[in-house]
């Protein structure tokens, strides 16, 4: 049975959330403060957090921030109230996984929730690494350094870096990415895949405004050309 930690302080929606989970099979926890969440999520085992932005004692993006600092690769879908574009982006920088915005529709998310649940480990890549430009990624050790200097990359980025280069020169869309990295394809108007290659593009390209490695191709998708 896989487990989940709800991390909301809304008893509503604690009671609807955990109950309708419930029915669907999992195992749920709650917490109603962003301490006491992030307390939990660090040191017992869950398969996914749901995590609500606006908490008490500790928001949850500093609860976001803090489980990737501590190395929980835990994947953590959000909860907002807010509709704000700068809200999803910092809340993906941070290491969220999704973001669902309040109102959400139960079925989307019990969507999204068995998408994260069924991901599997992608297939060793059969090399111990790739270098391109001045980058080297070395997928035995998941890191990636830049002139020798470590790359700060979060688990997502690193998973959409590595699908780039096991399939370097071909178009790949935003639906195929999301299903292959993210483990869904039923949101077709998501900015979660251009959110992180803006971000991966900040790290790795000499020249992020001019990318010359991860290239839009317009009305398809991205390729990477390195």
């Excluded at 999992?26 to 606006?54: C, I, N, P, Q």
């Excluded at 690769?73 to 920088?93: E, F, W, Y």
Aim: charged share 30%.
């Amino acid at each position: 049975m896989k487990r989940i930690l709800l991390i909301e302080d809304e008893p509503g929606i604690v009671l609807t959330l955990s109950d309708r989970l419930a029915k669907e099979g999992y195992a749920v926890d709650s917490a109603t403060d962003g301490e006491t969440g992030l307390e939990r999520a660090s040191h017992e085992a869950f398969d996914l957090l749901l995590l609500d932005l606006m908490l008490p004692r500790m928001s949850g993006f500093d609860v976001c921030r803090e489980l990737r600092k501590r190395g929980v690769d835990t994947p953590v879908i959000m909860l907002t109230a807010r509709g704000q574009v700068v809200d999803k982006v910092v809340g993906l920088k941070l290491g969220a996984d999704d973001y669902v915005t309040k109102p959400f529709d139960m079925s989307e998310l019990l969507a999204r929730v068995e998408a994260h649940l069924r991901r599997v480990p992608a297939a060793p890549h059969p090399a111990e690494g790739v270098a391109f430009g001045d980058v080297r990624v070395d997928f035995r050790k998941a890191e990636a350094t830049r002139e020798g200097t470590p790359i700060e990359l979060s688990a997502r980025e690193f998973q959409l870096l590595r699908y780039f280069l096991e399939h370097r020169g071909a178009t790949l869309t935003r639906e195929e990415l999301l299903n292959e990295v993210w483990g869904y394809n039923s949101m077709p108007t998501t900015r979660t895949v251009d959110v992180h290659i803006a971000w991966l593009r900040q790290k790795i390209e000499p020249n992020p405004r001019h990318p010359q490695f991860i290239l839009t191709v317009h009305g398809m998708g991205y390729k990477f050309a390195g």
